[in-house]
């Protein structure tokens, strides 16, 4: 069992993810309006159109990269808001390092249970 973080270091964490889902929120609105030029492209040239879909694709994969890492973003901050996050791995309980938590606030694993769960490929990708 690790120690769990105190007060200041949950508000110091919350602070982190809710600029970071601001962040994400900003990147997700950009993508959704370039969507909607992309479509009312007029694509008549092949090149054009292969350009702009090969575009259209990275920006699919980001978007969904971004809507994953908001899913836990929230998955973080409702555990904050309802007293339940303790900065303790959801597999072993050890401590996620402060250090890590300010990279990554998001985090649900230490990096142990992270790398077992990449390895045994049980998540995607785990965080
Ligand atoms: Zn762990």
Not at 27 to 51: I, P, T
Not at 90 to 106: A, F, G, Y
């Amino acid at each position: 069992m690790g120690r769990e973080l105190n007060k200041k270091q949950i508000e110091e964490i919350k602070e982190l993810l809710l600029k970071n889902k601001a962040i994400i929120e900003g990147n997700l609105n950009n993508l959704s309006n370039e969507h909607v030029n992309l479509s009312e492209m007029d694509l008549n040239d092949e090149g054009d159109f292969a350009a702009a879909s090969r575009d259209y694709s990275t920006d699919i994969h980001i978007k969904k990269q971004q809507l994953e890492e908001l899913r836990l973003i929230d998955h973080a901050l409702r555990k904050i808001y309802s007293g339940k996050f303790t900065g303790l791995c959801e597999m072993c309980d050890s401590e996620i390092t402060m250090k890590r938590l300010r990279v990554k606030p998001h985090a649900m694993y230490c990096i142990d249970c992270r790398n077992y769960l990449e390895n045994e490929k049980q998540i995607k990708k785990a965080v």
